[in-house]
């Protein structure tokens, strides 16, 4: 069975940083990989950053919200089997529970897709303006 565990989270005023933490357990990363997503109070949630395989020599390919980019760094340790997010500069607008995800390969009439189907059970982080 797949199980991801988040750890890192905290409270920190605006301006600090704060490491993310995601042992994956069971999980076999892949083309459609991983991500970070958060939801804030009230609010739906939203993926933050994202990281997946990109041929067989251990290259990666990332995304970013806008709202992140430039302070955010997402990353993983194969050997570890664990995803990370590096989060600089934090402002209380990221201020959410984060939640770990891993896809799975889902195949439809117009090909694969990715679903992310694994979720660990969050990690709030909260930042004071």
């Known amino acids: 069975q797949v199980e991801l565990v988040e750890s890192g989270g905290g409270s920190v005023q605006a301006g600090g940083s704060l490491k993310l933490s995601c042992v994956a357990s069971?999980?076999?990363?892949?083309?459609?990989?991983m991500a970070w997503f958060r939801q804030a109070p009230g609010l739906e949630r939203e993926l933050v950053s994202s990281?997946?395989?990109?041929?067989?020599?251990?290259?990666?390919?990332?995304h970013y919200i806008d709202s992140v980019k430039g302070r955010f760094t997402i990353s993983r340790d194969k050997a570890k089997n664990t995803l990370y997010l590096q989060m600089n500069t934090l402002k209380h607008e990221d201020t959410a529970v984060y939640f770990c995800?891993?896809?799975?390969?889902?195949?439809?009439?117009?090909?694969?897709?990715?679903?992310?189907?694994?979720w660990g059970q969050g990690t709030q982080v909260t930042v004071s303006s």
């Open positions: 995800a891993a896809a799975r390969i889902g195949y439809y009439a117009a090909g694969p897709s990715c679903e992310y189907k694994y």
């Open positions: 990281i997946a395989t990109n041929g067989l020599n251990d290259d990666y390919i990332t």
């Open positions: 069971g999980y076999d990363f892949n083309s459609c990989g």
